[in-house]
């Protein structure tokens, strides 16, 4: 009797653990698979959306993202393209004002400058300029970062170049989850939308769920909580200053938290953080010269001054172009360490 009651219990518990809005982690995918699996699914759901870029088609891109799309969707939705970023953001804004949905594969985030007249002076103003009559519904993805040791022509972040161009939205995704529900979210906007992916990230592995999902543009997450220390980290640098948390774990509460998007920027998660620490630390690779760090600080400043503790600080990529050499590559952008030691002293202020 007791074990035909326990048995009924346990077929219970998995019938309500499986029902619609429960939570459920039934698989580990990388982040290139969640984003072959985000434009998989737009396409699908939507015939105006399509790729325009180089050797995405036969080749399935340089990184893999977009493998076996050109057998599924056709060379119509699949447009390969000769090596002109130019021609190749130039025919997708043209392609969005008609109505389409193009998305836009930037080799390397360093060549869309062959491109930045029509993201900067075109998809970004058109809707201003027309009053709303003109959409420019454009993702333009671009592969970014260093850890590669690819050198200064191939190594740099240039966020904070879109950041500063009213009209375009800013999204740099640091996991797989957020990877495809970003994704989705960009690729159904009617705005531009520059879409940046860190090279380093797209082998890494997290469990999702098993349905789809999206994520809202604007809402910061929330990675680790704590309590002395608030830590915003982008993109790669998410992973290192997770792990540096974990380091100082039981001598040094931190919070870390990931933006995910950088326009819109959630300032109020951020700011809500750093009034229960009262301190700021700002993680990025990108130079920390006039970069996102000093935007966030700037806002944080206005918002909640009289919570800080101690003075905020940036820890960003050198004001140098990047270095070929492994060793001067990691010196030249933040590490594990750094952060640790910043931390460090920051609570002794």
Not at 18 to 32: D, L, N, V
Request: glycine share 8%; with cysteine; net charge neutral.
């Amino acid at each position: 009797m007791l074990k035909s009651v326990l048995c009924l219990m346990l077929i219970l518990y998995m019938t309500m653990s499986g029902r619609k809005g429960a939570k459920r982690y039934m698989r580990e995918i990388t982040y290139t698979v969640a984003l072959r699996e985000a434009i998989t699914e737009e396409m699908e759901n939507d015939k105006n959306v399509f790729l325009i870029g180089e050797d995405i088609a036969d080749f399935g891109g340089v990184f893999g993202v977009t493998k076996g799309l050109l057998d599924k969707f056709g060379r119509n939705r699949v447009r390969q393209t000769p090596i002109s970023e130019g021609a190749i953001i130039g025919a997708a804004v043209g392609s969005a004002m008609t109505g389409i949905r193009p998305i836009a594969e930037i080799m390397y985030v360093d060549f869309i400058t062959f491109g930045i007249d029509q993201m900067v002076n075109q998809a970004a103003k058109l809707g201003y300029m027309s009053a709303g009559a003109v959409k420019v519904p454009l993702v333009v993805r671009a592969q970014q970062g260093c850890g590669t040791c690819e050198a200064a022509q191939h190594s740099q972040q240039l966020e904070a170049w879109f950041m500063h161009t009213p009209g375009l939205k800013v999204a740099m995704p640091s996991d797989a989850y957020d990877a495809k529900g970003l994704l989705k979210i960009a690729i159904r906007d009617d705005n531009p939308v520059v879409f940046l992916e860190h090279r380093l990230l797209y082998a890494t592995k997290q469990n999702v769920p098993d349905e789809t999902w999206t994520v809202p543009f604007g809402k910061a997450a929330i990675k680790r909580k704590g309590k002395e220390i608030t830590v915003v980290a982008t993109s790669f640098c998410v992973h290192k200053a997770l792990a540096a948390a974990e380091k100082l774990s039981g001598k040094i509460d931190v919070e870390v938290i990931d933006p995910r998007t950088l326009v819109p920027l959630d300032i109020d998660t951020i700011t809500e953080s750093v009034k229960k620490t009262g301190r700021l630390l700002v993680v990025h690779e990108s130079v920390t010269q006039c970069g996102v760090g000093a935007e966030i600080v700037r806002q944080v400043m206005e918002k909640c001054f009289r919570s800080l503790k101690s003075v905020p600080k940036v820890l960003g990529g050198a004001s140098i172009p990047m270095p070929f050499s492994r060793v001067l590559e990691e010196k030249a952008i933040p590490q594990e360490l750094d952060i640790i030691e910043t931390v460090e002293k920051m609570i002794k202020e």
